[in-house]
């Protein structure tokens, strides 16, 4: 007998923006999950993580460079950017991200890579569905402070200008 899933929230349109190329193939993967289809949700769900590595970077390059990060860490993004794997690519990032995009404490781009390395290959349905919407919450809420951290920067300029507006016109 199939058990009952409640259906899952609507994919904020933040995310679809992080992962807009690959946006069908998350969408199917998020099908799956709510199916509760581990192994296929698990799949689709890497296939968009791993494709969309660089994209993610430069998201997290933007906010970096947006809160004055140390150039270290921006050279170190940039350079994860070239690495053609993932799973190289994360472990390649020796520094933090910027405080801002941690998720309690801990580096999303870390927990993305330590669910994802551990593959599917031996794993029950049930386990990859629990590691399956482990990445998504985890996507979801690396979306949603990536897209905070670069409205909290525009509306601190647009306030400065603002302020700065009003003191030349006295």
């Known amino acids: 007998m199939e058990s009952f899933r409640p259906l899952a929230p ?3 349109s933040k995310v679809i923006k992080l992962i807009e190329s690959d946006r069908e193939l998350f969408l199917t993967g998020r099908r799956a999950e709510n199916q509760g289809m581990g192994i296929g949700s698990f799949a689709y769900y890497r296939r968009v993580i791993e494709s969309q590595k660089n994209k993610i970077l430069d998201e997290i390059i933007r906010v970096a460079q947006k809160i004055g990060a140390n150039s270290d860490l921006i ?3 940039e350079s994860a950017k070239k690495e053609h794997k993932f799973t190289k690519a994360i ?3 020796k ?3 910027p405080e801002v995009l941690l998720i309690n404490s801990h580096n999303p781009l870390t927990l993305l890579h330590n669910a994802l390395s551990q ?3 031996g794993k029950s349905d049930q386990e990859c569905l ?6 998504r919450v985890v996507l979801f809420e690396l979306a949603e402070r990536l897209k905070q951290a670069l409205k909290d ?3 601190l300029n647009q306030a400065i200008t603002k302020l700065m507006n009003s003191k030349t016109k006295k």
């Open 10 to 12: 609507p994919t904020p």
């Open 75 to 77: 050279k170190e993004l």
């Open 91 to 93: 472990e390649s990032i």
């Open 95 to 97: 520094q933090t991200l």
């Open 119 to 121: 593959g599917i290959h």
């Open 130 to 135: 629990e590691l399956a919407s482990s990445i």
């Open 153 to 155: 920067e525009a509306e």
